[in-house]
């Protein structure tokens, strides 16, 4: 009899819908995409990064090092600044030049007044990785046999979702609310597994926690808090902890910027543009794994992402890490450092930052004139996604009537059903659509949009 030459895995590993996607809009000219989380073209730092290659390249002494293997845990130099800047982004979003004790008071208040440990901002617990994408991978093959359970936010990010379809790891969604997910029903979730004797195959419950693919949502701190007691509680039963996987690929796409203070504003009027990190909580240390990149506010080809790992997950995803490629592209990680340390990086941020504030107004007020009202739309303070979902029982699912009559139209939007794990303790929902704003252009947007409200009118 044959054999079947390929691995379970490999036998097992679907046609990720990013690829098809992703291909259909780059065969047919004539689209326009509302789909790609591709960031916008006219943004990337080419001038920057020639610059900075330049600088890096410009003598033997800098360039070699640069264009030879490097460390597999990341360039030492853009550890230090990854920590440093994440640090930044946690403790001093309110970054006036010398806090006054008002704002140190309300900082520590944030916190509940419980200190943060800063231990989770050294260098050494930062790894380099191809991008975050690279980082989720190697976690869940540090973390999990296949059958154990990963705890998804229900919709979340597809991809994330195709990484545990191949390695056959189950997936049980958690409802999501506009600022996060909802807490009862994560309790619920976790004692549904506890009685059916589940509860040890739960290795770690996975946030996109700014501006969230697709939904846009950001969620609180107090519900990080929360989601991480509860998984501190169930961790006792389960025999071993459970993790919260914290990814925040899209948290410095902020549309209301760092929140610097803007001259005349009350320190009352203050707020922080996005919420810290789960690294600020109690615990943290031992719980918490956290992923970053720097693709989305700097340049996806760059493809340089980040993350903090507790131990023993550290060691083991580095040593897994050092098996794939035994360090990340090294000419890349300096050019990060670079920009980074030269100041050049915060500046492009908040050029990006404007870039999509503009083009998110520019797509919220097409829909408002070419959709549906009774499509419920979620707006997003960052990051590159609207959601929308259509009334109960019109689908906007791959062989729905509507997806199909917008790419016959020309136009491309991700459905959301794509979003949505394979939990059978639950229908997916399949009239939702993720729509972008990242990559099209002013003008298509507005066109993108013109041409799905008029799809959307024959069918709602
Ligand atoms: C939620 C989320 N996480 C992680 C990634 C991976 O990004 P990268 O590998 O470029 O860091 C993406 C990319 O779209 C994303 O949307």
């Known amino acids: 009899m044959k054999q079947n030459v390929l691995s379970k895995m490999g036998q097992r590993t679907a046609v990720p819908p990013i690829s098809w996607?992703?291909?259909?809009?780059?065969?047919?000219?004539?689209?326009?995409?509302?789909?790609?989380?591709?960031?916008?073209?006219?943004?990337?730092?080419?001038?920057?990064?020639?610059?900075?290659?330049?600088?890096i390249l410009r003598s033997p002494t800098t360039g070699q090092p640069a264009l030879q293997y490097g460390i597999t845990a990341g360039e030492t130099n853009l550890r230090a600044l990854t920590a440093k800047h994440l640090h930044k982004l946690d403790l001093q979003p309110l970054s006036p030049s010398s806090p006054s004790s008002s704002i140190k008071t309300k900082l520590k208040t944030r916190m509940k007044g419980e200190d943060v440990d800063e231990k989770n901002y050294s260098p050494e617990r930062v790894l380099i990785t191809g991008g975050s994408q690279q980082l989720l991978y190697l976690t869940l093959e540090a973390l999990c046999d296949e059958g154990d359970i990963i705890l998804v936010e229900d919709p979340t990010y597809f991809v994330f979702l195709s990484i545990l379809q191949s390695r056959g790891i189950k997936a049980r969604g958690v409802k999501l609310e506009r600022d996060g997910i909802d807490l009862a029903h994560l309790e619920k979730v976790l004692e549904r597994l506890k009685k059916s004797g589940e509860l040890r195959r739960v290795k770690a419950l996975y946030l996109v926690t700014y501006f969230q693919n697709p939904t846009g949502a950001t969620t609180s701190l107090a519900k990080k808090s929360a989601a991480l007691k509860l998984l501190k509680k169930f961790g006792r039963a389960a025999g071993h902890p459970l993790y919260l996987l914290e990814d925040a690929a899209y948290r410095e796409l902020s549309f209301s910027g760092r929140a610097d203070l803007p001259a005349g504003q009350s320190e009352q009027q203050l707020r922080p543009a996005t919420p810290p990190t789960a690294l600020t909580l109690p615990g943290a240390a031992e719980r918490v794994i956290y992923t970053g990149t720097y693709s989305k506010p700097y340049a996806p080809g760059a493809r340089v992402g980040f993350g903090i790992l507790p131990e023993p997950l550290f060691t083991t995803v580095q040593r897994i890490k050092g098996n794939h490629d035994f360090g990340t592209a090294n000419l890349l990680q300096q050019l990060l450092a670079g920009a980074l340390a030269s100041g050049l990086y915060d500046k492009h941020v908040a050029k990006v930052q404007k870039n999509y504030a503009r083009k998110a107004r520019v797509m919220k007020s097409a829909l408002a004139e070419h959709f549906p009202a009774s499509v419920e739309i979620w707006e997003s303070g960052g990051g590159l996604y609207f959601w929308a979902r259509l009334p109960k029982g019109i689908s906007a699912g791959v062989k729905s009537r509507v997806f199909q009559t917008a790419?016959?139209?020309d136009v491309l939007y991700v459905p959301g059903e794509l979003c949505y794990a394979d939990d059978p303790s639950r229908a997916k929902p399949d009239n939702e659509m993720r729509i972008s704003f990242g990559s099209a252009s002013e003008e298509n947007i507005r066109k993108g949009i013109a041409r799905l409200g008029k799809v959307l009118k024959k069918f709602v």
Do not use: C, H, Y
């Open 21 to 55: 996607l992703m291909q259909t809009a780059l065969t047919r000219p004539k689209l326009i995409s509302l789909a790609a989380g591709f960031t916008d073209n006219s943004t990337l730092p080419v001038e920057i990064s020639r610059q900075l290659l330049n600088e």
């Open 407 to 409: 790419l016959k139209n």
